[in-house]
């Protein structure tokens, strides 16, 4: 069973350590809806324990078995890291690492090529099966979802917490709607080739603040 978050995360706090795990653990009781319950229910669908419907922030029976499936002790300070939880808090995850699983940049951004209109690739692209999961970088809200009338295919544009879009490209699906608030960590959609994909990847761009204007890119970091 993997047991790694996806890319590694990142919590926001006010706390560390752990002695500030232990406190954090009074939220996670069953029966309790609060956002670190959230943020253990988005690491359990991760574990393939919780389908993305069972992530309501309520710690119902369906929680309660997958902890103990995969924690047969029950919930201790120790377990935590395991499935990637280093800093629980009712704050927010603040970023993963990348927007897919383990996912690594096959295609880099700035690479020059007279076949795409700006000139140069505005992106960053990560290999993967189609299906494949992909995520949320950052907390933030959709301003668009579905399919693009250029060679982006479906597509998804994330308006994160630190004020930049992010869109996601080539989409077999979306998992979300324009106007929807999604947490660092939360499935927004799968790896697909649609629009002129050559084989199935995910392109991620960044964008400055303001609407959206092709090209208008940097190397994507959040």
């Known amino acids: 069973m993997n047991s790694e978050f996806p890319a590694g995360v990142l919590f926001s706090s006010r706390v560390s ?27 359990l669908q991760r574990e393939g324990l919780l389908a993305a419907s069972d992530v309501t922030g309520f710690f119902g029976n369906r929680t309660k078995r997958a902890v103990y499936e995969i924690f047969p002790d029950g919930l201790q300070v120790k377990n935590l890291p395991k499935i990637g939880l280093s800093t629980l808090s009712a ?3 603040v970023r993963l690492d990348a ?3 383990k996912g690594k940049v096959t295609y880099g951004y700035g690479i020059r090529n007279k076949r795409y209109i700006a000139g140069f690739h505005t992106g960053s692209d990560y290999a993967a099966p189609a299906g494949t999961p992909v995520y ?3 907390s933030g809200r959709i301003e668009w979802a579905g399919s693009s ?9 994330l308006r994160a917490d630190n004020g930049r879009l992010y869109v996601y490209a080539h989409l077999l699906s979306h998992s979300v709607r324009a106007g929807q608030s999604v947490l660092a960590g939360q499935v927004i959609g799968a790896v697909g080739s649609t629009g002129t994909a050559t084989g199935p990847h995910l ?3 960044d964008h400055p603040p303001g609407r959206f204007v092709y090209g208008n890119t940097r190397r994507p970091q959040w």
């Open 17 to 43: 350590g752990v002695g500030d795990l232990a406190g954090c653990l009074a939220d996670l009781r069953f029966k309790e809806r609060n956002e670190s319950v959230r943020l253990l229910q988005y690491a």
């Open 149 to 157: 009338k250029s060679g982006f295919g479906r597509w998804i544009g």
């Open 99 to 101: 927007p897919i699983a």
């Open 203 to 205: 392109h991620l761009e």
């Open 136 to 138: 949320a970088i950052r």
């Open 91 to 93: 704050a927010k995850v």
